[in-house]
């Protein structure tokens, strides 16, 4: 079950983003491939090389599908940045042949046109031309005939200089595009033996799954267990919140909050910066997306995630995504941490906290420090579970932060 299943989510990953990237620029894909660069060292720090007390088979398996994911993005990205550069030589020669024959041209008119002003030159002084003039209006028409064709011989000239220049710098961008082609087919070439190294470990790991599947899908179901009595209990602390401020205000039942004047103003400006928000640690890479989605590894298998799964690393501390006030602190399983941020009718929600330095009631700042994230001691992992609620349903995080 587990061979058929694993390479599925990586053909269809790349068959899912090729059409999209066959439109890009080179620029684009450029700026992909230096995304993606990065998100393989991320990978590689914060998941790959932590230091772990045990192995777990499982979580060693999602962290190298995960890798395996970008890398073969990654490829299909510098494939495609390769077309795009060797298109890019193919016309540049066309282009750099064309304007070599128009230079040879140009040089061939030019020089004529020099040899045939020294012989004029040579046979007739400028002045007794104009002095043979029979009256004052040829000799003005011949002044001017005169002073066109030197204009016109120093044009000539400098559309020489020019269209020399032009061939050069052409020649120059050829020589580094073509250099720069090898360097991307190289790394191609690498990327795919890394991985073929990869994919070898991924079979060992199915192996080592197959074994203990028994235990393995146990440890599964008490983990999504605890992460739906985490959410339970969240939701119910909102919903709470909500009836709460309404009584306040004499509203019996609504679905969200009544809002101030001041807090409905709070709230649009939340909402204007849907797409800028900063991210709630300084450095991070989603390792769960939001919604329902399929098991990495087990078929039949789906998580129902929360929120965004950010994995960051040690010592990392979780951050106010936007002006609000500490809602509430709730201690889950433990002793890790959650804070809610209210900001006017929506709450942002930071799970997965070992040490907290604010408490209920106080205003936050963007950018500030909230607490500090958990680092699970036996997966060496620091991963902070990012929510965001717009009253009581939950909206998907990805949406509101800024790209990077």
Known sequence: MLNKLRYIPF???????LPASAQKT?????????????????????????????????EDLKDLNQKISVRERLIS?????????????????????????QLKELKKDYGAMIYKSYKSRSQQNRVLFLLSSKNFYQAYKRVQYMNQYA????????????????????NDSLSFQKQLKDTLIANEEIQKLKILEDKKSQESL???????????????????????????????????AI?????????????????????KALANRFEQNKGNLPWPVERGLVVRR???????????????????????QKGSNAESI????????????????SILVRHGNYISVYNNLESIFVKTGDKVKTGQALGKIFTDRITGKTKLVFVIFKDANRINPSTWLSKR
């Open 11 to 17: 053909l269809f990953i790349f068959l899912l983003t």
């Open 26 to 58: 080179r620029k684009q894909l450029e700026k992909d491939r230096k995304r993606l660069q990065k998100e393989i060292r991320q990978v590689n720090k914060l998941l790959i090389d932590v230091q772990k007390k045990e192995k777990n088979a499982l």
């Open 77 to 101: 990205t510098i494939n495609l940045e390769s077309q795009q550069l060797i298109k890019e030589i193919d016309d540049n020669e066309i282009e750099m042949s064309v304007l070599e024959k």
């Open 151 to 170: 204009n016109f011989r120093k044009k000539q000239g400098e559309q020489v200089v020019l269209k020399t220049k032009k061939v050069q710098q052409l």
């Open 206 to 240: 199915i192996s080592q799954i197959k074994r203990k599947e028994r235990k393995h899908k146990k440890d599964l179901r008490n983990k999504q267990k605890e992460e739906k009595r985490i959410a339970d209990r969240i939701d119910k602390l909102i919903r709470d």
């Open 243 to 263: 009836a709460k401020a309404n009584a306040k205000k004499g509203v019996s039942k609504s679905k969200g909050f009544s809002l101030t004047p001041e807090a």
């Open 290 to 312: 939001f919604g329902r989605q399929a098991h990495p590894v087990y078929k039949g298998t789906y998580i129902n995630s929360t929120g965004i799964h950010i994995a960051t």
């Open 322 to 337: 936007f002006n609000g006030e500490v809602m509430a602190i709730q201690t889950q399983s433990e002793g890790r941490k």
